[in-house]
């Protein structure tokens, strides 16, 4: 990925929120995901808001680490969706296809050193 494409993608989220074009984005590859028309990694993930108790939606990618699949927050921990996770105690559901209810469990990062 060009230096460039790299600016652009940041200033998407700078400050750490999504702008108007990234939210236009995330609604449309959550819809894909959760059709199921991507490849297997590719999911949306469904949670509580921590603030407003609705449920927002959120376009992931897994990763598979010894037969086992993770989530991984490519903004960090601190970005909006780990946060609900945590909120709603790891309830979530996610969507490819159908929706399957499940709970996410929080692993450190220093287990995959």
Same mark, same amino acid.
């Given at each position: 990925?060009?230096?460039?494409? *790299?600016?652009?993608?940041?200033? $998407?989220?700078? +400050? ?15 819809? *894909? ?13 469904e *949670?509580? +808001?921590r ?14 680490r ?21 909120a709603?105690?790891? =309830?979530v ?5 159908? /929706?399957?209810?499940c $709970? /996410?469990? =929080?692993?450190?990062t220093?287990?995959?050193?």
């Amino acid at each position: 990925m060009s230096t460039r494409s *790299v600016r652009r993608l940041r200033a $998407r989220y700078a +400050g750490g929120r999504a702008n108007a074009t990234a939210r236009r984005y995330t609604r449309s590859w959550a819809a *894909v995901f959760a059709a199921g028309l991507a490849p297997r990694r590719w999911v949306t993930l469904e *949670v509580a +808001g921590r603030r407003t108790g609705r449920i927002t939606r959120f376009p992931l990618g897994t990763v598979d680490r010894l037969g086992r699949w993770y989530l991984v927050s490519m903004l960090g921990g601190r970005c909006h969706w780990p946060r609900n996770a945590r909120a709603a105690r790891g =309830e979530v559901a996610l969507h490819r296809g159908c /929706l399957v209810p499940c $709970r /996410l469990v =929080e692993v450190s990062t220093a287990r995959f050193g």
